[in-house]
């Protein structure tokens, strides 16, 4: 059973364009985090995001958590060749006091072309 | 801090041969954590070491597989015998809370 699903797969844009990407669940969950990967190496973590309806910026991404705390959005403003990558979304259940377990979506592949 | 350090990056084997990964999690961090990763499944979580202890270790696969933190600085993965099926990036991850630090991880072919 995949709980969180990403959309859409694979996404090729120009530089400068802007795009969004999602992450959708049928499950709440206490937090949710946004990773950037890059072929050849380890998810970075770019955001937590913990209450619902929160909106975070970084730079020139913005990530927003659903009211229902069940999905969340990755929106990027003029896309530059360097925001290339793997992007997954990850939830946490805060289960019994423990929230270690972290469910990966299977990712959205950006490409952006310059 | 060097990050989380994994090795060997690459490792190509024989099926039926024992292979082992290792990490060594940021100094400070009580959570270690191992995932594998394929185009198939995404990344999944194999193992779960809390100061030392393994926790969770319900995303093993199977009996070839097995995992040590013998101390704070080291973890191991093992695979014996590996299987061609166990073809993924492994990679290892640490925490001192709920974010995850991951390594370069290690591309393993088994052949």
């Known amino acids: 059973t995949q709980l969180l699903e990403q959309s859409p797969q694979f996404l090729s844009i120009q530089e400068g364009e802007n795009l969004t990407v999602y992450c959708n669940s049928s499950?709440?969950?206490?937090?949710l985090q946004w990773y950037r990967q890059e072929p050849g190496e380890g998810p970075v973590l770019l955001v937590t995001v913990v209450t619902g309806g929160e909106v975070k910026k970084l730079k020139r991404l913005t990530f927003q958590f659903g009211d229902a705390r069940k999905d969340s959005s990755l929106h990027i403003t003029a896309a530059q060749p360097g925001d290339t990558g793997l992007y997954l979304c990850?939830?946490?259940?805060?289960?019994?006091?423990?929230?270690?377990?972290?469910?990966f979506g299977k990712g959205t592949l950006l490409t952006v072309n310059p | 801090d060097a990050g989380v350090i994994q090795s060997p990056r690459h490792e190509v084997t024989e099926m039926g041969q024992e292979v082992t990964l290792r990490c060594k999690p940021i100094s400070g961090h009580n959570s270690l954590f191992w995932y594998r990763q394929t185009m198939m499944r995404g990344l999944e979580l194999l193992i779960y070491?809390?100061?030392?202890?393994?926790?969770?270790d319900s995303g093993m696969p199977e009996d070839r597989f097995s995992a040590k933190m013998p101390n704070a600085s080291f973890s191991t993965l093992k695979i014996q015998p590996s299987e061609p099926r166990d073809s993924a990036v492994y990679f290892c991850a640490s925490s001192p809370g709920t974010g995850r630090i991951f390594g370069s991880g290690t591309q393993l072919s088994v052949l």
């Open positions: 070491f809390n100061n030392n202890v393994p926790i969770d």
């Open positions: 499950s709440v969950f206490s937090s």
């Open positions: 990850a939830g946490a259940k805060n289960s019994g006091g423990s929230n270690y377990k972290l469910t």
